[in-house]
């Protein structure tokens, strides 16, 4: 492959594990914020009608590939339960923060995640590619774990309008980082959103475990990764051969032994002739 000027990370999962998160415990947290916010709405009413919206949405995301955020099936269900609001509606936006804190209090790096995004950046741009429905989680947890400034470019799904696999998100990354498709690595853990959106998108692939997918879910899905790894470490052990660094590495080093062994020669021959 050519020499790689940009190395783009998906981040759930690839770069951050969850400790524990569950669903339901947040979506209970996210009605008595809304009731704190002045909706009214008992527990099972908004059970059912947060549902109904999200699994509107869930097909439009999955199906059609465009991203909706979360403000958007939470105002249709509050709107089912008789209130008046859009998705633009600031006690909306404070509820669902309140909602993502427990995901974002699950969020840790994992082992050698830091260790590798400095790699590639100090070797090549970095850029980072997440599906997620709130944008403003993912920015937050950057932040947290201190890793915000380590990426040239950050694309949202919520902010681009696609999801992964669709090659629109992965085109508007290239085109922020200013790299051409076959300049790029892209390393995920989904075989489906990371692995065949990125190589249908023309980019490498390096497909990494994670507590979400294993070699089996590889395996199983028929994807074919340019590289495979068990964790992040490896990676990182293998960085320049993945990157196709290794070779201009190497190059650089030949080249460094030629002219050194030129000007040997000339010293010597210098010597001879006093």
Not at 25 to 45: I, N, P, Q, Y
Not at 87 to 92: K, L, M
Not at 175 to 190: F, H, N, T
């Amino acid at each position: 492959m050519p020499c790689a000027k940009a190395v783009i990370f998906d981040y759930v999962g690839t770069l951050v594990n969850c400790k524990s998160y569950t669903m339901e415990a947040s979506r209970e947290k996210l009605r008595k914020a809304l009731v704190k916010e002045g909706f009214g709405v008992a527990e099972t009413e908004f059970k059912a009608a947060y549902t109904t919206s999200h699994e509107k949405y869930r097909k439009v995301r999955y199906e059609e590939l465009k991203e909706v955020t979360n403000a958007i099936w939470v105002a249709e269900a509050l709107n089912e339960l008789g209130f008046r609001v859009t998705s633009e509606d600031q006690r909306v936006k404070s509820a669902l923060n309140v909602f993502f804190q427990d995901f974002l209090d699950t969020l840790e790096l994992r082992a050698d995640a830091k260790k590798l995004i400095k790699k590639a950046k100090k070797q090549c741009k970095v850029g980072l590619i997440s599906n997620f429905t709130y944008a403003p989680v993912i920015y937050a947890s950057l932040r947290k774990l201190g890793i915000d400034k380590l990426f040239d470019v950050i694309v949202v799904s919520e902010e681009n309008g696609w999801r992964k696999p669709s090659t629109h998100i992965f085109q508007n990354a290239l085109g922020k980082l200013q790299v051409k498709a076959q300049e790029a690595v892209y390393i995920g853990d989904s075989p489906t959103e990371d692995m065949r959106g990125a190589e249908k998108a023309g980019l490498v692939t390096v497909f990494v475990q994670s507590q979400f997918n294993s070699l089996k879910d590889l395996l199983e899905s028929q994807e074919k990764p340019s590289y495979i790894a068990n964790d992040l470490l490896s990676i990182s052990n293998n960085f320049l051969e993945i990157t196709g660094l290794k070779e201009i590495s190497a190059r650089a080093v030949a080249k460094h032994g030629s002219a050194r062994n030129k000007h040997k020669t000339k010293k010597d021959k210098k010597i001879k002739e006093n």
